[in-house]
């Protein structure tokens, strides 16, 4: 093959995948490490990559402890409650005492955020969200780390981290290709810091067809961190925690502002309220400690948000539906009205395209809502991703290992969605993240923790011959048939991504079973996934593109998989309205008031599982 | 489709190649122009047509939920920090103008170079401070909360 080798050489901080966690790394990483080497490889362009690549309207964690709005332990506690009780409290906690000093600095690089006039604190959307015209949020976050970095490299995809020879279960880079040129790219680092996403279009999505692209999380978070951690052995915590959202439906634009600011809300098809009467019997299943609604309305605690789309999944299925969001009243305010459009035109472009093309005006007319298929990602409500080390201030003996957001692979560290446990960090938190493990990875190399590393010459050809063998099976499978894409002895990325997404949403509980499974039903899947994992060595790409499109792939299958073990771990329903185990539809504290930590042997492929203890932070009553 | 590219305005310059983070707009060999070479895998971002400085690129909405007859149109400008949008219903009932900032101040001025900052003390380095902290946290005097400083600690088990 005609692909060049080009070695970057002597890297201190490795940054793979430069979205909100990566950037804040890289920039944190110039601070604590002057003379270090620090490299960004990058799927796309750092200006637009990442799930902020299209902007946001809101910066939806900010604490306010400035204006005297909330401490860090506040925010601890809400994220425990929306979670149903699982949250790294210790990793919430260390988010949470720093993420406002990452807004402040936001504004100072010219963020706008907007203003309350009367008190001139940022304009509250709720409780821990503020406004701001984020159009540019990525383009800005990404000057700060192009100068810190000493290198960018774009259009990188990194298909495998780089592991050690000379000492077992260390990281010593990452490999990858040039989506432009097609060379091979091995980048030799001291640390690494995988700030590679979280994962949309595993479950099969609503939209068919052309639509397919209209995720709600970019269709680019192909869970390359997952993919990338797993298969470099770390453990994972928390996988079966997916995420469903309610959304408008089709565009899946956000719903958060209409709530919050605009004070929208929702109704069955005959203008009913429909949640409080599914409360009952939802109190029957989590138990009172997590629905109780006659405390919750004097606490002005929110519902969390998996019960509410079990209300919303219960009243649909019950031939009550559509779900109508009520913007009639709000928007007949015309500063109201256009905050409402802005709010889609900052993030999520998709559904005022739509509302233009269905003539939806929200004045005149309530639109739908739906719940959307399932996402397995790591800073929204949900808080998948890779088992890692707390500060050393705050973490209890199992949470911590010695530096802050470093995996269980030495020198091996997670920012934004690929660190497990901690839902609710959002862009800022995730930045946040990204900014804690650079100095923690700084440290590591400062303590010497990173010396002696050897990868061998083996390794890095291994890396290559499996990177390219995609395009050899299509240049060899595409001879023998006389054309199109049906091949005895291939499939392509596309082909290979449905099936993928047929098997998660049929076995592992997407939208089609209305989020339900079993373990009987998870044995098959896994049993289904484990024969697509053989033909995964046949997927063909017939050019650069392509090959890119089958490392994605391989990504998400990795990251499904590790769904599929925790899914069929955890023997309980924990998130009604996310998933439920049809065969232990109850959450269950006695067994299950835990963290799932799973492990992938290397060499084997097999997984092991276990329950790691789940701390809260105690003093139950705010301040 | 989201994205697709006009004939007559696309010179072929390959910004909207550069910046499009799903690798779908690409140049076509023979047109030497670009064009959405993977629709199904395009997320109406608008990266590319905020980018394009020809005003070449436009979206259609997704052909299975979207009828045709719409527009939703962007200018970004980075020197004057604004973007105006402008969206036209289908039924021709509503033309809306929009216009919102993208930046308070000169691009990229104020981001600071970190390699420029006096190098951190070892007490710095020894705390759980990042840098421009505690200052930036609460822009007073107050140190990092820390589980003593509020009065808590960390239990195994339910909270409840």
Redesign the interface.
């Known amino acids: 093959m005609g692909y060049k080798t080009i070695i970057e050489d002597d890297i201190d901080v490795l940054v793979v995948g430069a979205g909100l966690g990566g950037t804040g790394a890289a920039?944190?990483a110039?601070?604590?490490g002057?003379d270090k080497k620090i490299v960004i490889a990058e799927?796309?362009?750092i200006?637009?990559?990442?799930a902020v690549?299209?902007g946001l309207y809101a910066i939806n964690c900010y604490m306010g402890?400035?204006w005297g709005e909330n401490?860090?332990?506040d925010h601890v506690r809400y994220a425990?409650m929306d979670l149903m009780?699982m949250v790294r409290?210790?990793l919430a906690?260390?988010m949470a005492?720093?993420v406002?000093?990452a807004v402040?600095?936001f504004e100072?690089?010219?963020?706008?955020l907007m203003k309350n006039p009367e008190t001139g604190a940022y304009l509250r959307e709720g409780r821990w969200q503020i406004m701001i015209?984020g159009?540019?949020y990525k383009p800005?976050v990404a000057?700060?780390a192009k100068?810190?970095a000493d290198k960018v490299f774009n259009?990188i995809c990194v298909t495998h981290l780089l592991m050690d020879d000379a000492k077992e279960n260390r990281v010593a880079g990452a490999v990858g290709f040039n989506?432009r040129t097609g060379n091979y790219h091995v980048f030799k680092s001291k640390t690494v810091i995988c700030g590679a996403g979280g994962a949309s279009n595993i479950f099969k999505p609503r939209?068919?067809?052309?639509?397919?692209?209209?995720?709600w999380y970019?269709?680019?978070s192909s869970g390359s961190a997952y993919g990338l951690m797993i298969d470099a052995g770390a453990k994972m915590t928390q996988m079966e925690n997916r995420i469903v959202l309610a959304r408008f439906k089709?565009g899946y634009g956000p719903v958060g502002a209409y709530f919050l600011h605009l004070k929208t809300y929702t109704q069955n098809c005959l203008g009913e309220e429909y949640e409080s009467k599914w409360f009952p019997a939802l109190t029957e299943m989590v138990g009172k400690?997590y629905l109780d609604t006659e405390g919750q309305h004097l606490s002005h605690k929110p519902i969390p948000t998996c019960l509410r789309n079990h209300a919303f999944i219960s009243e649909v299925n019950a031939g009550r539906g559509p779900i109508h969001m009520v913007t009639m009243e709000a928007f007949q305010d015309p500063h109201l009205e256009?905050i409402g459009?802005?709010n889609f035109?900052?993030m999520t472009?998709?559904q005022?395209?739509?509302?233009?093309?269905?003539?939806v005006?929200p004045k005149y007319e309530n639109p739908e809502l739906t719940t959307s298929e399932p996402y397995v990602m790591g800073s929204h409500a949900t808080g998948c991703g890779a088992w890692c080390s707390g500060?050393?201030?705050?973490?209890?003996d199992e949470y911590f290992w010695g530096y802050n957001r470093m995996t269980s692979v030495e020198g091996l560290f997670g920012a934004g969605d690929a660190v497990g446990g901690t839902p609710h960090a959002f862009s800022s938190g995730s930045f946040t993240e990204g900014?804690?493990a650079a100095?923690a990875a700084c440290?590591y190399i400062d303590d010497g923790k990173a010396k002696g590393i050897r990868v061998s010459e083996q390794q890095i050809e291994n890396r290559k011959k499996e990177i390219y063998k995609p395009m050899e099976t299509y240049t060899v499978g595409r001879n023998e048939i006389v054309g199109g894409s049906v091949n005895p002895n291939y499939i392509n990325p596309r082909q290979g991504l449905d099936r993928l997404q047929k098997m998660m949403d049929e076995y592992c509980g997407g939208f089609g079973v209305n989020y339900m499974t079993n373990e009987k039903l998870l044995q098959i899947g896994l049993k289904k996934m484990k024969i697509f994992e053989e033909d995964l060595e046949k997927v063909a790409a017939e050019d650069i593109?392509e090959l890119?499109r089958a490392w994605e792939l391989k990504h998400r299958f990795r990251t499904s998989e590790s769904v599929f073990q925790h899914t069929l771990f955890r023997k309980e329903t924990r998130w009604p309205g996310y998933y439920y185990r049809g065969d232990a539809m109850k959450l269950d504290?006695e067994n299950w008031?835990v963290l799932t930590v799973s492990h992938r042997d290397r060499k084997t492929g097999e997984y092991t599982m276990e329950k790691a203890?789940?701390?809260?932070?105690?003093?139950?009553n705010e301040e | 489709m989201p994205t697709f590219v006009y004939m007559t305005r696309c010179d072929g310059c390959g910004q909207c190649v550069d910046i499009c983070p799903s690798d779908i707009m690409h140049i076509d060999k023979t047109l030497r122009r670009a064009y959405n070479i993977e629709p199904n895998m395009c997320w109406e971002c608008y990266s590319c047509v905020k980018a394009c400085p020809h005003q070449a690129i436009d979206v259609r909405g997704y052909a299975d939920f979207a009828p045709l007859g719409h527009s939703v149109r962007v200018l970004r400008d980075e020197e004057k920090g604004t973007i105006a949008w402008r969206i036209k219903f289908r039924n021709g009932k509503k033309d809306m103008e929009l216009l919102a900032p993208i930046t308070t101040k000169p691009w990229g001025e104020f981001i600071p170079q970190l390699a420029d900052e006096p190098v951190p003390s070892k007490e710095m380095r020894d705390s759980h401070l990042l840098y421009n902290e505690p200052k930036y946290i609460r822009l007073d005097e107050g140190g990092l909360h820390t589980l003593e400083s509020n009065g808590l600690t960390l239990k195994a088990g339910v909270y409840y």
């Open positions: 920039f944190e110039r601070y604590w002057k799927k796309a362009n200006d637009r990559s990442g690549a299209q402890t400035r401490n860090p332990e425990r009780g409290e210790d906690f260390d005492r720093h406002d000093s402040h600095q100072d690089w010219g963020l706008p015209h159009e540019s800005i000057e700060a100068k810190s259009r989506v939209s068919v067809g052309e639509g397919a692209g209209r995720v970019a269709p680019w089709d400690e256009e459009w802005h035109l900052g472009v998709g005022a395209v739509l509302w233009a093309a269905t003539d005006d500060p050393e201030d705050v973490s209890p900014r804690l100095k440290q593109h890119l504290d008031h203890p789940c701390y809260h932070l105690v003093g139950e």
